[in-house]
C-alpha cells in the first residue's frame, strides 16, 4: 500500500516560505511581548525603590536623632539613679519633677512588606534585595527595641510626684527600669548606626528632606536634654506621657 502526501497549492517552495514568514511573525510577537513585560517589571522595579527610598529615609532620620539623642538619655538615667540611690537609704522618694522621656518613634517598613508580598521582588538585583533585607531587619528591630524602651520608661515615671515613702522591692523594679532603658537605648542607637552604614551602600533615591527632619528635630523638645523641672506635680499619676495626645492633635500625620 502507498501513501502519497498532498502537494502544497502552489508548491513546496512557496509553502515553506509562507510557513518562514509565519514562525518569523510569531518570533517578533514573543520578542515584542517579552519587551514590553521587561519594560513593565523594570518601571515597576523603579516605583518599588523610589518608595522603598522615601521609607528608609524616615528611619535614616530618626536613626540620626537617636545617636545625637543618646547622650542625654544616659545623664537623665545616671541622675535617676541618683535619685533611687538615696531613696534606697533614706526609704522615701523625694519630690521630682517631669524626668522626661526618649521620644517613641515608629519604625515603619509598609512599602518593604507591601514589595515582599507582591512579584516586584523577584525583578530586583538580587544583591540589592539582600541589603534591603538587612536594612529592613535593623527596622524592626528598632521598632521591637522602642517598645520596650516606652514600658521601661513608663516604670520610671512613677517617681515624678511630690514625694513618698517607698519599700526596697520597689526600688529594685525602678532599678532593673533603669538597666533596661539604658541597654534598650544602646540597642536603638546601634541598630540605627548599622542601618545608615548599610543604606551608605545602597543606592536607593533617598529623601534628604525626610531626612532631615528626622535629624534636625531639636533635643530640647524631649525634655531629656534640658534639667529635670523643678515644677513638681502636686500627686502621683502624672508624666509627660499626658501630653503624646496633645501633641498628636497639634502635628498631623503624612503619608508619602
Not at 215 to 241: E, K, M, W
Request: glycine fraction near 6%; charge should be negative; hydrophobic fraction near 40%.
Amino acid at each position: 500500500m502507498h501513501f502519497h502526501l498532498p502537494k502544497p497549492l502552489h508548491g513546496w517552495r512557496e509553502f515553506a516560505g509562507e510557513v518562514g514568514i509565519i514562525v518569523v511573525g510569531v518570533l517578533i510577537a514573543l520578542t515584542a511581548e517579552q519587551v514590553v513585560e521587561t519594560i513593565h517589571w523594570r518601571s515597576q522595579v523603579d516605583e518599588a525603590r523610589k518608595a522603598l527610598g522615601i521609607e528608609i529615609s524616615d528611619s535614616l532620620g530618626q536613626a540620626i536623632e537617636r545617636e545625637k539623642l543618646s547622650r542625654c538619655v544616659n545623664k537623665r538615667l545616671d541622675e535617676i539613679s541618683v535619685i533611687l540611690s538615696q531613696a534606697s537609704r533614706s526609704g522615701r522618694l523625694p519630690a521630682v519633677g517631669d524626668i522626661g522621656r526618649p521620644p517613641f518613634r515608629t519604625w515603619v517598613d509598609n512599602s518593604w512588606q507591601s514589595t515582599m508580598a507582591g512579584q516586584t521582588a523577584s525583578h530586583f538585583d538580587r544583591h540589592e534585595l539582600s541589603q534591603l533585607s538587612v536594612i529592613y531587619d535593623f527596622v524592626r528591630r528598632a521598632s521591637q527595641a522602642s517598645e520596650e524602651e516606652l514600658q521601661a520608661w513608663t516604670d520610671l515615671q512613677s517617681i515624678i510626684g511630690p514625694g513618698r515613702p517607698v519599700s526596697a522591692d520597689e526600688i529594685g523594679v525602678l532599678v532593673r527600669a533603669v538597666e533596661r532603658a539604658r541597654a534598650v537605648d544602646a540597642y536603638i542607637s546601634v541598630y540605627g548606626l548599622r542601618l545608615r552604614q548599610i543604606a551608605d551602600r545602597v543606592p536607593l533615591p533617598y529623601d534628604q528632606a525626610t531626612i532631615a527632619e528626622g535629624a534636625d528635630r531639636p533635643l530640647s523638645n524631649q525634655g531629656l536634654c534640658t534639667p529635670i523641672s523643678a515644677d513638681v506635680p502636686p500627686q502621683y499619676g502624672h508624666s509627660s506621657f499626658e501630653r503624646a495626645l496633645q501633641i498628636a492633635r497639634q502635628s498631623s500625620v503624612s503619608v508619602r
